[in-house]
């Protein structure tokens, strides 16, 4: 048993020996890593607004709601009236809010209840398309019994050929810059690997007209300030590099 034992112990120990003394291969499947640049390039297009929108509405206060009710009715139609002569399309007069409501007096010391009138609002929401009528507009409206103008918001009407400029802009912005990093650093460039854009589309900008409830009348041509909207595009390339 002894001499099997020491048999088969050398046999092993020649055979690790031998494989030992064997030429080792190693293979790798990386590839080797891509060399990129990224550049982040803007588009501005400045807009002049061409619609503006606005809260026209009718304040009343009765000593009954029916009372309250047929003069808000009165001025709101007279309202509407002078909206339609000043240029303004019927659908382009929408209402927005109808609401009446009991208002109480107290008195003070005691906390009694005095004198309760009724209070009906009126709003209607307006879209205006030729804003250099604005303010003679506006003066319209007053005339014809509108106590409550809010909240004139200037926009554009339609932006998309304004987004497609800003987006030319940008992606030629990132061009350039690329060119000239490329230049700079002695790479050539490669194919766009990623492109990505956001767009920041201006909200409307508001001019705080305020007038509220009481307003009797407006001084004639109302000055009205329409600005600019600032159109931006944003645009992320990626190229490979050489």
């Not at 506006?138 to 918001?153: C, H, K, P, R, Y």
Request: with cysteine; hydrophobic share 40%; net charge negative.
């Amino acid at each position: 048993m002894r001499i099997k034992f020491l048999l088969v112990s050398a046999i092993l120990i020649a055979a690790v020996a031998l494989s030992a003394c064997g030429a080792t291969t190693v293979t790798s499947n990386l590839a080797p890593a891509q060399r990129t640049l990224s550049v982040t390039g803007t588009g501005l297009v400045y807009l002049a607004p061409d619609v503006a929108y606005i809260n026209v509405g009718v304040h009343t206060e009765e000593p009954t709601a029916s009372e309250a009710v047929s003069m808000n009715n009165d001025q709101t139609q007279q309202v509407v009236k002078a909206l339609e002569n000043s240029g303004v399309d019927a659908q382009d007069i929408r209402t927005t809010n109808f609401s009446i409501y009991p208002n109480t007096q107290y008195d003070q010391q005691t906390g009694k209840a005095g004198t309760t009138t009724y209070v009906v609002d009126n709003t209607v929401y307006v879209t205006i398309h030729q804003l250099d009528k604005l303010g003679d507009l506006l003066d319209a409206t007053v005339q014809a019994g509108a106590n409550s103008i809010n909240n004139i918001q200037f926009d554009v009407f339609d932006k998309s050929s304004a987004i497609k400029q800003a987006r030319d802009q940008a992606v030629k912005d990132a061009q350039t810059q690329a060119q000239e990093l490329a230049s700079s650093a002695g790479v050539t460039l490669g194919n766009v690997q990623t492109i990505s854009f956001t767009n920041n589309i201006p909200q409307p900008v508001t001019d705080v007209f305020g007038k509220g409830g009481g307003l009797a009348a407006a001084p004639a041509s109302v000055p009205i300030n329409t600005g600019q909207l600032t159109l931006t595009v944003t645009v992320d390339m990626t190229y490979e590099i050489k």
